[in-house]
């Protein structure tokens, strides 16, 4: 229980933000397993579609502070690394 006004309004403040970062970080993997998926089942011009909207995801998680930057990338490259291999293959 906070004891002054300020500390209640930060408990307020981290509630909303703790909402709002599990909302992104939800999303974030939710596109990122469609990728894994696509690939799973072999269907690449899926992979690739899924590709593109993840990668836009994962920009926009970074954008909000919700990721960090290199953990974003890094997921990035491996994921387009991942649908290129099976483009060849």
Known sequence: MAN???ADKRNRQRIKRTLRNRSAKT???GVVKQVRAALANGDKN???TA???A???LDSAVTKGVMHRKTASRSI???TKAVEAAKKA
């Open 46 to 48: 899926a992979a690739s």
């Open 55 to 57: 990668t836009s995801a």
């Open 77 to 79: 490259s491996r994921l």
């Open 4 to 6: 002054h006004s300020s």
């Open 27 to 29: 999303a974030v993997r």
């Open 51 to 53: 590709l593109a909207t």
